[in-house]
């Protein structure tokens, strides 16, 4: 590490109760909720307030379910993103239209860009008592006797180094997430397969809901989001990545859109293109213990599932709000519930996920991991709906890890 631990933020406070390592879908969600649960936390993370990562954001049920509860979901109304109140599953010329019923609190799905939705969540934290600062990349972890860890490293961009210590660490750094590393966080569970993205944004594209279209060995999909824009990706097996995608990623985009979906290749060159294309080459997915000695992981950084499922913000807020509760009983046991809460649903979310990620599949094979994959979402929705309900946090952890619990529950 270098230079002096003095010059840092003197703003920030030495010690907390909860340091989180992350602040976006994960890391300001778990602050918030924390905080509004009477913790001590400071969020950090390395990059800017409000800035773009790569995703296509768009938001499940329980997603949405989760920021109007919150208080947060009309914010994001106001501010311009639609809501989205049907989604086309379409397989070859088969289409198969959803109307997304009112349930939970909810009219419809949304999609907002994150410039919006991580900078909505750290205004919610920081409102809820939360220090989040940006700009602050976590260097190191501080152990303790036993080699429990108690805190963290942290340098700013003029190298300027400053130790914080807390009760507990939270890595909510994503895919690639340092303290999963250096805590040694086991892998409980892997993918097999990983699917490659490539996406950009058009205005004037004339599609109101969410739109999934499957053919053999790729598919697209079309998600309104803010400010009259739509997200428009397509999606392969990893390995047409480098040879197809990556020597021209404009004209493999068109090639592959119009091997999907010939309607959607006319009208987006009726629309009009903003910005450039973004691409993901494609990693397996991952799942990894949720925590150790002083350390914990929510989001990505501990349950890594392929984007072709459109459900890791779903899954990083469901899961903040499963971490805050356990972190807020202040007992170690409080963990062990969130991590088997966490992995009731997540192994099926993988395991659906990388199956639709092998792009080996007949329109029927698809067809049936997607109606697979709704179930196991209802039961989502369902179990966050009676956490809701749940007037105490520890009645709700209790019987969420029961075995009997909602998030448990077998689908009638
Ligand atoms: C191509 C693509 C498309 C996707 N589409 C969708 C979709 O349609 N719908 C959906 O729900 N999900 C989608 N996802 C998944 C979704 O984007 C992730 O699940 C989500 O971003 C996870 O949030 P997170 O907060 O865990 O991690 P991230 O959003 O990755 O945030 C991690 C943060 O940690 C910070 N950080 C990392 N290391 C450090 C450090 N050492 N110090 C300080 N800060 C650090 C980073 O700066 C970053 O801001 C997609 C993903 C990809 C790749």
Sequence with gaps: MNGSSAALAPALPERVDVIIVGARAAGAATAMLAARGG?????????????????????????VVQLARWGLLDRLERAGTPLVRRTTFAYGALEIPVEIRPRGGIEGLCAPRRTRLDALLVDAAR??????AHGLRCAGLVRGPGGRVRGVELVDGAGRARRVLADRVVGAD????????????????????ASGVVYGYWRGLGIEGYEWRYAPGASTGAIPTDDGATCVFVSFARERFRDELAPDVAAGFARIVAEVSPGLAAALGRAERRGGFRGFPGVPGCLRAAHGPGWALVGDAGFFRDPITAHGITDALRDAELLARALATGRERSLVDYEQERDALAVELLDLSDAVAAYDWSPERVQELHRQLSEVMKREVRGLEAMARAAEPDAAVAALASGAGPLQEKTK
């Design 127 to 132: 409102q809820a008592g939360a220090t989040v």
């Design 39 to 63: 913790l001590d936390v400071l969020a950090v993370d390395r990059g800017g307030y409000g800035t773009d990562t790569l995703s296509t954001h768009a938001l499940m049920r329980g997603a």
């Design 174 to 193: 994503g895919l690639r997430s340092g303290i999963a590393r250096e805590t040694g966080a086991a892998i409980r569970r892997r993918g097999a397969h």
